[in-house]
């Protein structure tokens, strides 16, 4: 079992930069890979970005390509997105995931994760 609180989200203006994090309780945490994802209301969850056990390799949407960054600290149990450039139309709150699954094609989609944070808002600000 693995238990997922996010924080970081507010609200920045159009141009900003925010830090999510994601704090994931149990000693296994190195064995997950671990993404990001985001919802605005009466649309489907989709997905920002995700990266590997063991944080050699990260995966990214093609709408925050070069804005967004993700990264993992195995050592705190934490993953990481920092955003850079952020516009109004990544106003979202936005969800951390974990999944046991190796097969990296599978990361940008939602079923494939087994666990699932609160979520924390963001809002930007034009």
């Known amino acids: 079992q693995v238990q997922l609180v996010e924080s970081g989200g507010g609200l920045v203006q159009a141009g900003g930069s925010l830090r999510l994090s994601c704090a994931a309780s149990?000693?296994?945490?190195?064995?997950?890979?671990m993404g990001w994802f985001r919802q605005t209301p009466g649309k489907e969850r989709e997905f920002v970005a995700a990266?590997?056990?063991?944080?050699?390799?990260?995966y990214y949407a093609d709408s925050v390509k070069g804005r967004f960054t993700i990264s993992r600290d195995n050592g705190k149990n934490t993953v990481y997105l920092q955003m850079n450039r952020l516009i109004p139309g990544d106003t979202a709150d936005y969800f951390c995931a974990a999944t046991s699954s190796r097969t990296n094609s599978r990361y940008y989609y939602v079923g494939t994760y087994d666990y699932w944070g609160q979520g924390t808002q963001v809002t930007v600000s034009s």
């Open positions: 149990g000693r296994t945490f190195s064995m997950y890979a």
């Open positions: 990266i590997s056990w063991s944080g050699g390799n990260t």
